[in-house]
């Protein structure tokens, strides 16, 4: 069976840490861009980072740069995203997705977002004092 399962959500103080995990089954990341979305009830989906196949290139938006990471293990199938110094905007319920790439003018590819086929069932992610 296809499918992405996340899991590491949970209740975190302002300015703690999480980290999220993405697992594969039923394909081969190595073969697959992933990225993290999130969003919160009646508000539109958010991107908020992505990492290419080959476990290079990554991708963040402005409002979690320097504060979240993505990362890949290929070998496990899994991806990765540590969230730290986590804010009172970050709570959300947070999916991952496969993603598109697209060759940059060096041969390289890069992750974007476009033709979101597979989606986790995503993980609730809370700040709160």
């Known amino acids: 069976q296809v499918q992405l399962v996340e899991s590491g959500g949970g209740l975190v103080q302002p300015g703690g840490s999480l980290t999220l995990s993405c697992k594969a089954s039923?394909?081969?990341?190595?073969?697959?861009?992933i990225a993290w979305f999130r969003q919160v009830a009646g508000k539109e989906r958010e991107a908020v980072s992505c990492?290419?196949?080959?476990?290079?290139?990554?991708n963040y938006a402005d409002s979690v740069k320097g504060r979240f990471a993505i990362s890949k293990d290929n070998a496990e199938n899994t991806v990765y995203l540590r969230m730290n110094s986590l804010k009172s905007e970050d709570p959300a319920t947070y999916y991952c997705a496969t993603t598109g790439e697209r060759l940059d003018a060096s041969g390289r590819y890069y992750c974007d977002y476009f033709d979101m086929d597979i989606w986790g069932q995503g993980t609730q992610v809370t700040v709160s004092s």
């Open positions: 039923g394909f081969s990341l190595d073969y697959y861009a």
């Open positions: 990492i290419s196949s080959s476990e290079g290139p990554t």
